[in-house]
């Protein structure tokens, strides 16, 4: 990765302006064909404020490619703004800025066609939303993981080879008789092979004889009750809540470190989806300590039981009119 450093930013930086000009294109064929289908064209302003969202969105991207973090609270405001204003392209759009009922009256045989764009229209703006409403809410959640709460918790185990105790590298164990132990076994005198087996970590152990084995030693007979590694303690026994702890295996004691896997921007992506679709599921909500996520959360429910709602209506309307004029231009030509 340092090698390739140079190749890595300048490979990042054309890919990042590559999406970019694609979207502008992109956007600039949509506002130079849809006036002509529809008779009638864009307001300026939308066009502009998604023009200004996509950047907005590539800048964050960009940020985060590249680690820039003294601007993230900023960014999350910014992204915020950028999605308030989208509601405002919404609003114009259910409002008739394309004044598509007159479009069906007077296009008669050509209404499947109108129909047909205004759900490609409607569909790739909330898809729109839908990711615009996600990245915001990664960018909360990446600022401080504890930020969102989630059901499905998967945990990334490390084990940590060459322990020390006392500033020793813990080699053999051994018993308090001084017998070096070299093998353990659960209580039924099965044989101990692995770390974590049967879906448990094995906190107790046996030797041969079926003794319950209190504590490990060194070959002069210390107890091993702690031992340290990089500036982490591991305790001997642990309850559920501990997160880092030492287990025999392979013959001697070493540390296992488990933290929780840090979830991605797809797990904020059905969260965004779920909430706006005002299903709700509750396996993501946000964490009741902080404020952000949850005003976040509540106002992504807003809008969909408002705006996308509404949308839906606005959308269904169309079709209906499409069909219907679809049947007229039938009737009147035969």
Not at 96 to 118: C, D, H, P, W, Y
Not at 127 to 152: E, P
Not at 214 to 235: A, G, H, S
Not at 238 to 257: A, M, R
Request: glycine share 6%; hydrophobic share 45%.
């Amino acid at each position: 990765m340092d090698e390739d450093k140079i190749l890595v930013i300048v490979t990042q930086s054309l890919t990042t302006g590559f999406i970019f000009l694609l979207i502008i294109c992109s956007w600039q064929y949509l506002f130079n064909i849809i006036p002509s289908l529809l008779e009638n064209s864009i307001d300026a302003k939308s066009g502009f404020i998604l023009t200004l969202s996509a950047i907005i969105l590539i800048v964050y991207v960009f940020f985060m490619m590249f680690n820039v973090a003294f601007l993230e609270e900023v960014m999350i405001f910014i992204l915020i703004i950028g999605f308030i204003l989208l509601l405002g392209v919404n609003l114009n759009m259910i409002v008739g800025e394309f004044n598509i009922f007159q479009n069906l009256r007077n296009r008669k045989g050509k209404s499947k066609a109108v129909t047909r764009m205004v759900f490609i229209i409607f569909f790739s703006f909330h898809l729109y939303i839908m990711i615009y409403a996600s990245i915001v809410a990664f960018s909360i959640y990446d600022q401080n993981h504890d930020t969102y709460v989630f059901g499905n918790k998967e945990y990334d185990i490390q084990l940590i080879d060459n322990v020390e105790y006392n500033g020793n590298i813990v080699r053999d164990v051994y018993n308090a008789s001084g017998v070096r132990i070299n093998r353990v076994y659960y209580e039924d005198q099965t044989e101990i092979l692995d770390f974590y087996e049967h879906g448990k970590y094995a906190t107790e152990y046996y030797d041969q004889y079926g003794n319950l084995i209190l504590n490990f030693y060194t070959q002069d007979l210390q107890r091993i009750d702690m031992v340290e590694k990089e500036d982490m303690e591991f305790p001997r026994y642990v309850d559920e809540t501990d997160t880092s702890y030492l287990v025999f295996y392979q013959g001697t004691l070493k540390g296992i470190n488990i933290e929780e896997t840090q979830h991605g921007y797809s797990d904020l992506l059905y969260y965004a989806v779920i909430t706006i679709s005002s299903i709700g599921y509750g396996d993501i909500h946000p964490n009741t300590n902080y404020l952000l996520p949850q005003f976040w959360g509540g106002f992504l429910s807003i809008y969909g039981i408002t705006f996308y709602a509404l949308s839906i209506g606005y959308v269904s309307n169309i079709a209906f009119m499409g069909v219907t004029s679809t049947k007229e231009s039938e009737t009147d030509d035969q």
